[in-house]
C-alpha cells in the first residue's frame, strides 16, 4: 500500500515511550572534511547491513521487508542538514527562486499570534516564524534541494546530490541494529532527537501526541545541537525531514539490487527520510519509510547532501 507522508502537525501520531536505554557513542572519531561552504562531510565507509525492519520491530509495515544490502562505494555525507545560512549562499550567487516562490503560493510556518502552525504567504524557506541561520533550511521541495546540489557540484568541480534511500539507511544506522541508531527504545533517543516533546506541546496546544521530556527545542533546532550517531551524524532521527534521490515504490525492496539500490526508475513521489521535530516514535526509526510528491514543501522538510568520492 502505498503510504504518504501526511503533515504530523495535524494528526496525531500514537507511540509508546520506553524506558531509556544505554546510549551508543561514537567508536572511533569520524574522517571529516570541509567544503567551500564550510559543510562537513563525513566519510562513510563501504560495507553492507540489513536494510529495512523485522517484523517484530515496533512501527514496522509491510513496505520495511528486511534484506541485506551493499553499499560497494565509500561516499561523503552531510554530517549536519543543509542550514538556512548555507541555502542563502546559494541563492546569493544564483537568484534562485524556490518552488514556493516561483509558484508564489504561502509556506508552512508557526504565527505566535494564533499560537499555530500556519500556511501563509508569509513563510517561505527565510521564514519559518522560528529559527536561524543555523536551523536546517525547509520549506524546500526535491527540485529545490536537487538545484543545490547542481550549483555546488558546479561550484567545486565534483559531484554532490541526494542520498539514495539506501545510503540513507547505512548511515544513520551506523552498524546498529536497533530501532534507533542510540538504542530501542524511544527513551533512548533523548539528547539524541529533537522531535515531538513538551517544548513543542508548549507552543501547539494540538500536539497530543507530545512525548513527556523536553528536548530543548520547540521547533527544529539548530544542526548540531544534539549527540551524533556513532559515525558522527547528526538529527538523523527528528529535527527536518529528508530527501533522497529515490522515487518510492512500496514493493521495491522486494526485487530491488542487492548492491548500491538507486530507487525505481519512475514514480510519482520521492522518498523523505528521518522524522522531524513534529513526530515522535514510529516516524524517526531508522527503517522509516515516507513519501512526498517532488514539489511539496513543509516548514519541517530540509535535505542533507552527498559527495561523490572519485
Not at 205 to 217: F, V
Not at 266 to 285: E, K, L, S
Not at 287 to 302: E, S, V
Request: aromatic letters at 12%; one cysteine or more.
Amino acid at each position: 500500500m502505498r503510504r504518504f507522508l501526511l503533515t504530523a502537525i495535524f494528526a496525531a501520531i500514537c507511540g509508546i515511550q520506553g524506558s531509556l536505554a544505554n546510549s551508543q557513542q561514537p567508536s572511533a572519531k569520524p574522517e571529516i572534511v570541509e567544503n567551500t561552504l564550510g559543510m562537513k562531510l563525513v566519510k562513510i565507509p563501504a560495507g553492507e547491513f540489513q536494510m529495512g525492519s523485522p517484523a517484530s520491530e515496533e512501527g514496522h509495515t509491510e513496505i520495511e521487508t528486511q534484506r541485506k544490502v551493499r553499499i560497494t562505494k565509500p561516499f561523503l555525507l552531510g554530517q549536519h542538514e543543509v542550514t538556512v545560512g548555507q541555502f542563502r549562499k546559494f541563492v546569493e550567487a544564483t537568484g534562485y527562486k524556490t518552488t514556493l516562490e516561483k509558484e508564489m503560493k504561502p509556506g508552512f510556518g508557526f504565527e505566535p499570534a494564533l499560537d499555530a502552525i500556519e500556511i501563509l504567504p508569509k513563510f517561505n524557506w527565510q521564514n519559518t516564524g522560528f529559527g536561524t541561520d543555523e536551523h536546517p533550511v525547509v520549506n524546500l521541495s526535491w527540485d529545490d534541494a536537487m538545484a543545490f546540489c547542481k550549483w555546488l557540484s558546479e561550484k567545486e568541480k565534483v559531484t554532490y546530490t541526494l542520498p539514495t534511500e539506501a545510503q540513507w539507511e547505512y548511515a544513520c544506522r551506523a552498524e546498529t541494529t536497533t530501532r534507533y541508531s542510540c538504542g530501542e527504545t524511544e527513551g533512548s533517543l533523548k539528547g539524541f532527537a529533537n522531535i515531538c516533546d513538551a517544548s513543542f506541546l508548549s507552543k501547539y496546544k494540538n500536539a497530543t501526541w507530545s512525548i513527556e521530556w523536553d528536548d530543548g527545542h520547540a521547533f527544529s533546532a539548530p544542526v548540531g545541537s544534539l549527540k551524533p550517531n556513532p559515525w558522527g551524524l547528526h538529527d538523523m532521527h527528528g529535527n527536518a525531514w529528508e530527501w533522497c534521490s529515490d522515487w518510492y515504490a512500496a514493493d521495491y525492496y522486494k526485487d530491488s539490487p542487492a548492491d548500491d539500490p538507486p530507487g525505481p526508475k519512475t514514480g510519482d513521489v520521492h522518498i523523505v527520510r528521518g522524522g522531524a521535530f513534529t513526530n515522535r516514535n514510529r516516524f524517526v526509526r531508522s527503517a522509516d519509510r515516507n513519501a512526498l510528491k517532488p514539489g511539496y514543501r513543509y516548514n519541517f522538510t530540509g535535505f542533507r547532501v552527498v559527495r561523490v568520492i572519485p
